[in-house]
């Protein structure tokens, strides 16, 4: 077994996010971040009930796209909760995909008036969507329908949310909410040493004990370091073809400047050979008009070049 040189897992591998927010024991470290997450909309969530991945979905295919966690607060609304580590093309599209699951979940049989409850699809993105970029201190998209005119919503009840964590880049002195601390946490909790004072409160002290490396069975830290090492692996190839794309970006743009270099030389050159055979033909006496002929030129150019 490897020896880590973190004290605490890392947030962003499956075995660390399902570690701290998919397991029974830990269950009101989920509720509190939903809470926090969703306070203005949702109020408090008393309870929340794990419910089956492998339940959703209408074929085998469907069933084995669903991952990460999905459960049901007291109200029966439904939340599906993701961490996605890289770019994926059609990202969004997935997370839409995966709203119709609990959507469909909640037909029933005879005579079903078409009620349904509230689905909220929440992705914890270690990446930055392309289309995101040109807003560096916005984190936060929180997505509904709503008519394009008015932007009043039209349907409350279905909701994405996409935490783009990059972005997030507050320090430990800057946090304001309690919000805010738990964002901090996912993003930075493998780097951390001990417990900072300003997160000494019950439910984040659970946070480092449950993330404590040194208390795992030899089974947990077999999964974890599988874990880790996919996660590692994948950082490692992303980072490795972002450096390659760079490398190979910067020797073209010197191609192209050595390119346009040697033609703004060889247009250079040939203006100044025109312009010494100009100044010996009319230095013999040849008239002006005689030598911008020779030279394919108008008398005008042949001056302008003269005089330049």
């Not at 439904?78 to 699951?101: C, G």
């Not at 069975?217 to 794309?245: C, F, H, V, W």
């Not at 190979?248 to 100044?272: D, F, N, R, S, W």
Request: proline content about 2%; hydrophobic content about 35%; overall charge negative.
């Amino acid at each position: 077994m490897a020896e880590f040189i973190e004290k605490y897992i890392n947030p962003f591998t499956d075995f660390g996010f399902k570690k701290l927010f998919g397991e029974e024991l830990n269950k009101d470290l989920l509720l509190d971040f939903l809470n926090e997450l969703l306070r203005e909309e949702q109020g408090q969530i008393k309870d929340l009930t794990y419910l089956k991945t492998e339940h959703l979905g209408l074929t085998e295919s469907d069933r084995k796209a669903i991952f990460d966690l999905y459960c049901e607060n007291e109200r029966g609304e439904k939340f599906i909760v993701e961490l996605q580590k890289s770019k994926q093309n059609f990202f969004k599209d997935r997370t839409v995909y995966y709203s119709t699951f609990p959507i469909r979940e909640q037909a029933k049989r005879a005579d079903w008036n078409f009620e349904l409850k509230a689905v909220y699809t929440i992705a914890i993105l270690d990446f930055v969507f392309d289309s995101d970029k040109n807003e560096p201190e916005k984190f936060r998209y929180d997505v509904k329908l709503q008519d394009i005119e008015t932007n009043k919503i039209f349907y409350d009840k279905l909701t994405f949310i996409y935490l783009e964590m990059p972005k997030f880049k507050k320090s430990i002195d800057e946090l304001a909410t309690r919000f805010e601390k738990w964002l901090y946490l996912i993003r930075n909790l493998n780097q951390l040493e001990r417990i900072p004072e300003s997160l000494r409160e019950r439910i984040f002290e659970k946070v480092f004990e449950t993330a404590e490396i040194a208390k795992f069975t030899p089974e947990q830290i077999l999964s974890y370091e599988d874990s880790l090492k996919y996660y590692r692996d994948l950082k490692n190839s992303l980072d490795t073809a972002r450096e390659e794309g760079e490398a190979e970006g910067i020797i073209k743009g010197e191609q192209i400047g050595i390119a346009k270099g040697e033609q703004l030389g060889i247009v250079k050159g040939k203006l100044e050979g025109k312009l010494e055979v100009a100044r010996n033909m009319l230095s013999i006496g040849l008239s002006l008009e005689v030598v911008a002929q020779a030279l394919e030129l108008t008398e005008e150019e042949l001056k302008k070049w003269l005089n330049s």
